[in-house]
């Protein structure tokens, strides 16, 4: 095994001394990677662990590599666990933003960002590479549903808001419960006979 893979096995594993977030301790990576060759160090927020052990698979770490002389090569010192919906909200973002991303291709995506408070749900629909014409978009969260009204394409792009905030509401967000959000959201894009263009099921939701 690869000596970062020996290390995080043996931090995340065995448990050695590395940050649980939300658990007293302060955050201290975020924004974007960073490698600062001033302290020969590489941070990287938002990191996945995947096929390493069924005990840490699926969860996001905060990680601090440092560089081993002059070399370009790192090593694992230090490894944080992060809010996994904060971290999947930036994979999607990136994901459907970025066209040189191997899987997006010219088909159809969808972007669900959602937010939960303690008396305000908000939830942003967004699907691009549509033909011209007019959509809607529905939400459904446990028992809840929300329908926005039909809305015109922007270029290939559209764009729905749906929120418990007035102020919101008022500026054209289709009105939806400040409970209305628990835990995640699935949504989809209608187009004007009713039919499923693109969807997607069970969105985390970041709580604030």
Request: hydrophobic share 40%; net charge negative.
């Amino acid at each position: 095994m690869p000596r970062i893979g020996w290390l995080l096995a043996t931090w995340l594993v065995a448990g050695l001394s590395f940050g649980h977030e939300g658990h007293g301790h302060d955050d201290k990576i975020g924004g974007v990677p960073l490698a600062d060759f001033r302290v020969n160090e590489l941070r990287i927020p938002c990191v996945e662990v995947q096929n390493l052990d069924p005990s840490v698979d699926g969860q996001f770490f905060d990680v601090i590599l440092d560089r081993r002389g002059n070399s370009m090569n790192f090593e694992l010192k230090f490894a944080e666990v992060e809010n996994p919906q904060l971290c999947q909200a930036i994979a999607d973002f990136a994901k459907f933003h970025d066209d040189d991303f191997e899987d997006a291709g010219d088909a159809t995506r969808i972007l669900v960002i959602c937010e939960r408070r303690q008396s305000r749900s908000k939830v942003s629909v967004n699907a691009e590479n549509l033909i011209a014409g007019r959509y809607a978009a529905q939400i459904v969260s446990g028992a809840s549903v929300a329908n926005s009204a039909l809305k015109g394409t922007e270029g290939d792009e559209v764009e729905f808001d749906f929120d418990s905030d007035p102020a919101d509401i008022a500026e054209g967000a289709t009105a939806i419960a400040p409970d209305f959000i628990q835990g995640t959201v699935s949504a989809k894009i209608l187009n004007e006979a009713g039919e499923t263009v693109v969807a997607v099921d069970s969105v985390p939701c970041l709580n604030k």
